[in-house]
């Protein structure tokens, strides 16, 4: 079973930039869809982006749109959600996921493997 692995959260000030990256360790994201979402403590989790196989197509939360940008590489099987222009509502852990399907999707229900997470924190 593939186990999608988390990278690049970290703390960041206000209107900066970060790139998180997902890996597939034991298995593969290809011929699936991708996506990231994020939970802020107390909170539930929440869609943030999606694209779908093999990257023809991407949707993005209205929060998010224009500031975030959802890419993978089929070669490597990684999938990256780089964020600009962060703002302090973006903070949360951010988590990776594989879908059940190959077309984009805003629905946690059709996601079934899930990474870790990693943290991400803005602010001044």
């Known amino acids: 079973q593939v186990q999608p692995v988390e990278s690049g959260g970290g703390l960041i000030e206000p209107g900066g930039s970060l790139r998180l990256s997902c890996a597939a360790s034991?298995?593969?994201?290809?011929?699936?869809?991708m996506g990231w979402f994020r939970q802020v403590p107390g909170q539930e989790r929440e869609f943030v982006a999606t694209i779908s196989w093999p990257g023809t197509k991407t949707e993005y939360a209205k929060s998010v749109k224009g500031r975030f940008t959802i890419s993978r590489d089929n070669v490597k099987d990684t999938v990256t959600l780089q964020m600009n222009s962060l703002k302090p509502e973006d903070t949360g852990i951010y988590y990776c996921?594989?879908?059940?399907?190959?077309?984009?999707?805003?629905?946690?229900?059709?996601?079934?493997?899930w990474g870790q997470g990693t943290p991400v924190t803005v602010s001044s």
């Open positions: 996921a594989r879908g059940q399907y190959s077309t984009t999707s805003t629905s946690i229900a059709t996601y079934n493997y």
């Open positions: 034991g298995g593969s994201f290809n011929h699936y869809v």
